[in-house]
């Protein structure tokens, strides 16, 4: 069984896989100051509640955007499992040719995305990472990983309408009954919800249009589920991405 963990700006999402099969995902808040005993902890505990145990546990492998936790969670799992997690960087095959300008410069997460999209979508493709920012990956038919486009996201828009303005309060994530509010909070639900989802079909047609053909497109995150089922293409939503990325690269690195 191996314990795979990508660290986000706001969340972590861990879970177990054994062979294919992806056992459990969980999220949990990240924490720049939690110790690895705490974060030893909160892992534990995720396997408990699947009636997992950390004995069963062989391996590890980390995607990481937040470099300052990363080190505390290689020891986290240690601690845990008494192995030594294998960390997405440099020298690490993904199986992707990537094709920016400065490949070092491309994030784990959206190197775990796109390596296990080529895996298990066709090309070309749009990659969507709804998280603390939105990035969209473009793969082309050739499966090179070409570049992209980073957006704002959800919750950072909302809390910046809501920190620079004094009489506009913060709002749930939920969909209004129609587009045209009738009152403060069903507008800024609107204006949150069906923007960021008409920006993702705008950003994929013209994206198609650069590229001269039609794409997959794929979607993950913790905010997809509220926003793909607004949009008006045909999004694939993927929850699992992330994890089953983390499965394909561990066994291109695994040493028998």
């Given at each position: ?94 199986g992707l040719s990537i094709m ?130 607004l949009c008006k293409r045909d ?22």
């Amino acid at each position: 069984m191996i314990l795979a963990i990508d660290v986000g700006n706001t969340n972590i999402v861990l879970g177990c896989f054994d062979d294919k099969q992806i056992l459990f995902r969980e999220r949990i808040s990240t924490n720049q100051l939690a110790t690895d005993l705490e974060y030893m902890t909160l892992f534990s505990t995720a396997l408990k509640l699947h009636s997992l145990s950390e004995e069963n546990i062989s391996g590890a492998i980390i995607s990481s955007v937040v470099p300052s936790v990363t080190n505390t969670l290689k020891q986290a799992i240690t601690k845990l499992a008494g192995v030594t997690a294998m960390v997405v960087g440099p020298g690490v095959k993904t199986g992707l040719s990537i094709m920016i300008d400065n490949p070092a410069t491309l994030g784990a997460d959206l190197a775990v995305d796109a390596a296990a999209a080529i895996s298990e979508y066709k090309a070309p493709m749009i990659i969507i990472d709804m998280g603390t920012a939105t990035t969209m990956s473009v793969v082309d038919k050739n499966k090179n990983y070409i570049g992209g486009v980073i957006m704002t996201g959800m919750a950072v828009s909302s809390d910046a309408l809501t920190s620079r303005t004094s009489q506009l309060p913060r709002i749930a994530f939920e969909t209004p009954k129609k587009i045209i509010g009738t009152n403060t909070v069903d507008c800024m639900k609107s204006g949150i919800m069906f923007s960021t989802a008409s920006a993702l079909d705008g950003m994929i047609e013209r994206m198609e249009e650069e590229l001269g053909e039609k794409c997959t497109v794929i979607a993950t995150g913790g905010l997809a589920p509220l926003i793909i089922p607004l949009c008006k293409r045909d999004i694939t939503l993927d929850e699992d991405l992330l994890l089953k990325g983390l499965m394909v690269i561990y066994n291109k690195n695994k040493k028998d």
